[in-house]
């Protein structure tokens, strides 16, 4: 069993930067992989970014890439997720979830999700 819990969303301007982190706890293994995804109303849940529990390698989607960082705070258990250049089209609900098969960009390929947290990007 994985526990996560994701917190740091809230209202922000167009241009401006967020950073989400997840909690993580439980049952973790070095190749395990943590992924980001958000889901906007109406909308089918979308991979954003993935990083190696054990390791550093990280995936982005095209949407975010140069934009957001995924990084894990290796003293707090954390994987962090810093959102930068924000754009209305970012607006969504965030989840953190944890997978047992690899850099999956498939919500189906992860087993343990957090409750997400939302991200609201004004124009």
């Known amino acids: 069993q994985v526990q996560l819990v994701e917190s740091g969303g809230g209202l922000v301007q167009a241009g401006g930067s967020l950073r989400l982190s997840c909690a993580v706890s439980g049952r973790t293994f070095s190749n395990n992989y943590m992924g980001w995804f958000r889901q906007a109303p109406g909308k089918e849940r979308e991979f954003v970014g993935a990083?190696?529990?054990?390791?550093?390698?990280?995936y982005y989607a095209d949407s975010v890439k140069g934009r957001f960082t995924i990084a894990r705070d290796y003293a707090l258990n954390t994987v962090n997720l810093q959102m930068n250049s924000l754009k209305p089209e970012d607006t969504a609900v965030y989840y953190c979830?944890?997978?047992?098969?690899?850099?999956?960009?498939?919500?189906?390929?992860?087993?343990?999700w957090g409750q997400g947290t939302q991200v609201t990007v004004s124009s």
């Open positions: 979830a944890a997978s047992y098969q690899g850099p999956q960009t498939s919500p189906l390929g992860y087993a343990y």
């Open positions: 990083i190696m529990w054990g390791g550093s390698s990280t």
